[in-house]
């Protein structure tokens, strides 16, 4: 059971259900993980009994259905970071290109009424995509491939070479989930307006699920990946 001073990244890291209702609040789980229960609650003017309530009921519902989670604080480097390949890089490679063709599409097509909103979607998307294809040719190319050298052979200045680069990784994550909120903003929370077309539809909901899994991913490496790798030190 979750109590108010438990932090949000590990309530995320055991049980990833509560990352949906954290985002269904608009909580930030995943750049700001380390806060409390209690902390992000006051923060958005919730209640923290009835947010607390919300999750241990979601918690008491998967432990009677049986779901069974990863656990990440225990799992072998390696498998994590296949698991964060596997699932989030490829998933942002194969979704990114074709958001971006998307979100041209929309504000050429709709530009004419809604031409404030799409272009700012564009820009704010498009952004997003440049920065995030920099970002993971940093972890698959240079972090990821020094933490799994470490894991193998113990060298500690593989380590060292990763820790360096991870407070930039920390700060592009940031950098990247102010984008995507601000597309939540502009996009009042991905309203499709009534004359919008199936193609906006279908751009405003990959756009969603765009940040449902950032937040995701994000959460896996800056609450549970990188504090491991730092105690190792
Ligand atoms: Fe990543
Ligand atoms: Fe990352």
Redesign the pocket.
Known sequence: MFEAIDTLGDVVARFPVAGTIFKDHKIDYCCHGQRTLEEAASEQGLSTDSLLSTLNTAYDKAIEEGHKEHDWYTESYSTMIEYILTNHHAYLQKTMPVLGELTAKILRVHGEHHGEELRQVHRLFNTFKMDMEA?LIK?EESVFPQIVAFEKTGDRDALVEALKKIAE?ES??EAAGDLLRQINLVTANYAVPEDGCATYLYTYEKLEQVEEDTFR??HL?NNILFPRLREQL
């Open positions: 970002h972890e990784l592009e994550h991913h994000v490496e």
